[in-house]
Antibody, heavy 121, light 108 residues
């Protein structure tokens, strides 16, 4: 059974960097058949895919245009996890953040528990 | 990006009723359409993939149909535990999957 466990601070000051980590069990971040994503949810923006990474003999990363330039997603194979960094945050980045696996379908078939991140001074 | 539009945004129904939620894509997505259920405090859970394929463990009262731009999720014999928000999501434009805005279903 795949499980995703999120960690990271729940409060970030404006202009600073939001950092979250998603630890994977039951699968590998280097899987050749999965992708690993960050998705956020807010009342104003709904469910919004932010970006993802996957390994197909080399590492690929894709980012949403809405956050491109501020976002970095990295995989750590030694810890079997992946991370999100979102720079220069504003209150509009306040949201519930989820990590999720793209699996068969393709669907987001496994999700982390969610991390509520508030951007406030 | 492909835009997904759901209707209605909310509905209320009684136990035993049949309800239908519609989802329209801004361009043809073949059958690359998934349905999710989200309950308060939980992450979304995939119910149906590829427009009509029921995921393991999902009750058979959930049915999906459609192709191209128009899709429906039908729930027959509504149960109290079906109270949730339902989202459609296109998986045609990989990796930029987009979601509908959600339909909140309340059980009277």
């Amino acid at each position: 059974q795949v499980q995703l466990q999120q960690s990271g601070p729940g409060l970030v000051k404006p202009s600073q960097t939001l950092s979250l980590t998603c630890a994977i069990s039951g699968d590998s971040v280097s899987s050749n058949s999965a992708a690993w994503n960050w998705i956020r949810q807010s009342p104003s923006r709904g469910l919004e895919w932010l970006g993802g990474t996957y390994y197909r003999s080399t590492w690929y990363r894709n980012y949403a245009s809405s956050v491109n330039g501020r976002i970095t997603i990295n995989a750590d194979t030694s810890k079997n996890q992946f991370s999100l960094q979102l720079d220069s945050v504003t209150p509009e980045d306040t949201a519930m953040y989820y990590c999720a696996r793209t699996g068969w379908g393709p669907t987001y078939d496994y999700w982390g528990q969610g991390s509520l991140v508030t951007v406030s001074s | 990006d492909i835009q997904m539009t759901q209707s209605p945004s909310s509905l209320s129904a009684s136990v035993g009723d049949r309800v239908t939620i519609t989802c329209r894509a801004s361009e043809s997505i073949s059958t690359y359409l998934n349905w999710y259920q989200q309950k308060p405090g939980e992450a979304p859970k995939v119910l149906i993939s590829a427009a009509s394929s029921l995921q393991n463990g999902v009750p058979s009262r959930f049915t999906g149909s459609g192709s191209g731009t128009d899709f429906t999720l039908t729930i027959t014999s509504l149960q109290p535990e079906d109270s949730a928000t339902y989202y459609c999501q296109q998986s045609y434009s990989s990796p930029r999957f987009t979601f509908g805005q959600g339909t909140k279903l309340q059980i009277k």
